[in-house]
């Protein structure tokens, strides 16, 4: 007997058949979890991204911040909000940035760096916002490889159904 290539309501546990949480709460929780991830990751790499330190100031750790850690960011954005993660998770980066942007503004910088011009922070942002989509799309693919296009967490509702054909017996073709 072959396995179906999409689960059935049998094969999804029960806690997973319906959403966990209101639209809005758990877009509530996916923001505050994937800031969270983006703002640590940034702390713990040492980087910021408003600051110019000169050209030794991009070294790897900038790099990692600046591409892998969005990815990762909109990843646990996307597996915790669901179906239309991707375009939601464009929006972490902007705050964390800009309360940053805004925090050096009005603190100055320290001895040895220079607030950077906000076109060149504006293109900064904006590239870490689409590396957030990225890894939005990477978490929507993991959801769908794990609960397949049916009742996966965050289905809007006006996401297709699969109709199953009954079983045609064979007195009724006459």
Known sequence: MTQPSTPSQATIPPMLRK???PTWQRFFVAFFA???TFDLGHKLLGVR???FWGVQGFDFAWVTAMYVLPVVAGIVFSLIFGWGGKILAH???MFALGIDYYQTLHTGAP????LIPLMWWGFFLILN????AVGGFIGELLLKYRYGTLDMPGTADYAPRLQRPTPSKPEDDQ
């Open 19 to 21: 959403h966990w949480a």
């Open 34 to 36: 994937s800031t969270l």
């Open 49 to 51: 991204v408003e600051l």
């Open 91 to 93: 929006l972490p980066p």
């Open 111 to 114: 001895e040895g760096a220079s």
């Open 129 to 132: 916002m689409e590396f957030c």
